[in-house]
């Protein structure tokens, strides 16, 4: 059975303190990793796609890497902006729909 | 350019009752997926349509069907309600029906009393 798992469930940082965010997962061939940025009681909003070990994203003050078995989510000098939840979703290539984490909520105190 | 849109944005409905969620994808998107979220959990697979027909189903009962029209929108149907479908209805479109990238709606925040 398709697994994803993230941790921490929540991170509280202060302005500008860099962290990364965990995502491990056990599927049946990779197709996809997707990152999805969702605040609260809205939908989720893409951010990155990784197909392949070793691929990086960027955009902004995030940075999406991909290994094998897990994908973190790094965030440099967080601003109170960047609070929110953070999920991640894995398609695997024997399925046509994604399989979510739980999130991590992410907090950025000013 | 349109986002996916969603009606109604809120509902509240009591058991048993029956509730028609709505939503329309991105220009051009030709595959519909619905998920349902409980509030501190990551979004659930409920259906998939493309053109038409249903591609996917998600471990949810009967009580829950879906219609994808020519244009492309879609209708979820949730009958018979449960407390326990309290919960943000998301509509995500993606370009074909090998959904790599998907593109959220806003949700319809469903609560049953």
């Known amino acids: 059975e398709d697994q994803v798992t993230q941790s921490p469930e929540a991170l509280r940082l202060q302005e500008g303190e860099s962290s990364s965010l965990n995502c491990s997962y056990t599927v049946s061939g990779l197709r996809g990793l997707f990152w999805y940025r969702q605040d609260p009681g809205k939908g989720p909003e893409f951010l990155f796609t990784?197909?392949?070990a070793g691929e990086e994203k960027e955009k902004e003050r995030l940075k999406a890497t991909l290994t094998k078995k897990e994908s973190f989510l790094h965030i440099t000098a967080p601003k109170p902006e960047d609070s929110a939840t953070y999920l991640c979703a894995v398609l695997p290539g024997s399925a046509r729909q994604l399989t979510f984490g739980s999130g991590t909520q992410l907090t950025v105190l000013p | 350019d349109a986002g996916v849109t969603q009606s109604p944005t809120h509902l509240i409905k009591t058991r048993g009752q029956h509730v028609t969620l709505r939503c329309s994808p991105i220009s051009g998107h030709k595959s519909v997926s619905w998920y349902q979220q409980v509030l501190g959990q990551g979004p659930q697979f409920i259906f998939q349509?493309?053109?038409?027909?249903?591609?996917g189903r998600g471990n949810f009962p009967d009580r829950f069907s879906a219609r994808q029209f020519p244009n492309y929108s879609s209708e979820l149907n949730v009958n018979a309600l449960l407390l326990g479908d309290s919960a943000l209805y998301l509509c995500?479109?993606?370009?074909?029906?090998?959904?790599?990238?998907?593109?959220f709606g806003p949700g319809t925040r469903l609560l049953v009393l």
């Open positions: 349509y493309y053109e038409k027909e249903e591609r």
């Open positions: 995500a479109s993606s370009l074909a029906i090998i959904q790599e990238t998907q593109y």
């Open positions: 990784l197909y392949s």
